[in-house]
């Protein structure tokens, strides 16, 4: 049990950091007043990171604002960010 807490903890905090990272998009879309603009804005980001992917050390991920670690399931668990598919629909959905 002692053994599992620590990894409990850190998907814990995984969790919490995504789950801000909505927040932050949120406000930046209020405060912007334009969320479709946001959303247009990480669609280029993403398609510039597939035409040219990024070479990143695992430990700076969480500085990029697309993840440049890939797509793969336990990258997506273990990732600061949530998945850019899901940051663009939730601020298409915003109304403001």
């Given amino acids: 049990m002692a053994v599992l807490a620590p990894l409990a903890a850190m998907l814990v ?8 990272e909505f927040q932050a998009d949120a406000t930046g879309a209020r405060v912007a007043g334009r969320p479709r603009g946001l959303a247009q804005a990480l669609e280029k980001l993403e398609r510039a ?47 403001i």
């Avoid at 905090?13 to 801000?20: D, K, M, N, T």
């Fill in 13 to 20: 905090q995984l969790a919490v950091s995504r789950a801000r």
């Fill in 49 to 95: 990171n597939e035409v040219a992917p990024m070479a990143a050390n695992p430990s700076t991920a969480h500085l990029f604002i697309v993840n440049p670690l890939g797509r793969n399931v336990l990258m997506r668990l273990f990732s600061t960010h949530p998945p850019i598919e899901e940051r663009i629909a939730r601020l298409r959905a915003m109304r």
